[in-house]
């Protein structure tokens, strides 16, 4: 299976907590964007990078929360101190050049975080 | 302040009919719409999209129109099946390869 993959896929932690997700896109998207997802409502945009570079933050990403993306490849995502707020499915989505002509996003199961 | 709209929580509809899933937008700043298929347990999957310059574009089964005047857009599955049960959600971003802006979701029953 060559789509966007995401682990771990459930998480349940106790609050104060440091939690980190891993998301693998398809290997020739270069754009990946992290969203969070909670019951009733439609994902919500959290960060977004071009290769390595982040673009862009939503104020949504408070200070206990970090996304990486080395070498443009993978990403991680990292909540400290996790509060029960932060309990929340949390997707990641990757897309192809813009060159390529198509624009979609893909997007990964997402992993679910349970803050008890 | 809810960007993208969807007025409606759930919709059934008998097999065979159609289904209408209706979107409202406020920024005038969006000029590409998406519109996303969940089913449980997975991440949304990209159904079919439209420029602000169309009004209408058509894949198989499923057509989206967009007003732009009304700041609307609505898909439509013709004839809805079964397997089209599932939570369906527009989305709109103001390049086609920005962040996309979601709405909350309209589940769809299709009854046999």
């Known amino acids: 299976d060559t789509g966007v993959s995401q682990n771990p896929r459930h998480k349940i932690t106790k609050r104060g907590q440091n939690v980190t997700f891993r998301c693998d896109p398809i290997?020739?998207?270069?754009?990946l964007y992290w969203y969070r997802q909670t019951l009733g409502q439609g994902p919500e945009f959290l960060t977004y990078f071009q290769n390595e570079a982040q673009l862009e933050k939503s104020r949504l990403l408070s200070d206990r929360f970090s996304a990486e993306r080395p070498k443009g490849s993978f990403s991680t995502l990292e909540i400290q101190r996790t509060e029960q707020g932060d309990s929340a499915m949390y997707l990641c989505a990757s897309s192809p050049p813009i060159l390529a002509g198509a624009y979609e996003q893909y997007f990964g199961p997402g992993t679910r975080l349970t803050v008890t | 302040d809810q960007q993208v709209k969807q007025n409606s929580p759930s919709l059934s509809v008998q097999e065979g009919r159609i289904s209408i899933l209706n979107c409202d937008y406020t920024n005038s700043m969006f000029d590409y719409f998406l519109w996303y298929k969940k089913y449980p347990a997975e991440g949304p999957t990209f159904l079919i999209s439209i420029s602000s310059i169309k009004d209408k574009n058509e894949d198989g089964r499923f057509t989206v129109f967009l007003n732009k005047s009304a700041k609307h857009l609505s898909l439509h599955i013709v004839p809805s099946q079964p397997g089209d049960s599932a939570v369906y959600f527009c989305a709109a971003s103001t390049t086609s390869y920005d962040k996309v802006i979601f709405g909350p979701g309209t589940s769809l029953s299709v009854i046999p």
């Open positions: 290997s020739e998207h270069n754009r």
